[in-house]
């Protein structure tokens, strides 16, 4: 059984860094991808930024030039280095992967709040 386990939330200022974490345990099962998405309270959950099976990467469009997404595959570990925060950043952040068999997999999310 594949568990996601994300980290790193919290509160943080405006103009501020947070760095998240998302480990998958549990099982050897191989992604073909592996990504962030984010949800305010009373939106849609949207995606952030992902890893695609070739290892190409893919950033909404309020992500690019603040977001980073990063894997250490020894780790099995998926970084997002969020700098530059805004207020508008603030919601639940989740972690998703889908395995080689299209087995979709969340985590529990982690709170990002950003305060101006």
């Known amino acids: 059984q594949v568990q996601l386990v994300e980290s790193g939330g919290g509160l943080v200022q405006a103009g501020g860094s947070l760095r998240l974490s998302c480990v998958a345990s549990g099982s050897t099962v191989s992604f073909n991808f592996m990504g962030w998405y984010r949800q305010a309270p009373g939106k849609q959950r949207e995606l952030v930024a992902s890893f695609s099976s070739g290892g190409n990467t893919n950033y909404a469009d309020f992500a690019k030039g603040r977001f980073t997404i990063s894997r250490d595959n020894t780790k099995n570990t998926v970084y997002l280095q969020m700098n530059s925060l805004k207020p508008e950043d603030t919601a639940v952040y989740f972690c998703?992967?889908?395995?080689?068999?299209?087995?979709?997999?969340w985590g529990q999310g982690t709170q990002v709040t950003v305060s101006s």
């Open positions: 998703k992967a889908v395995s080689l068999r299209l087995d979709h997999y």
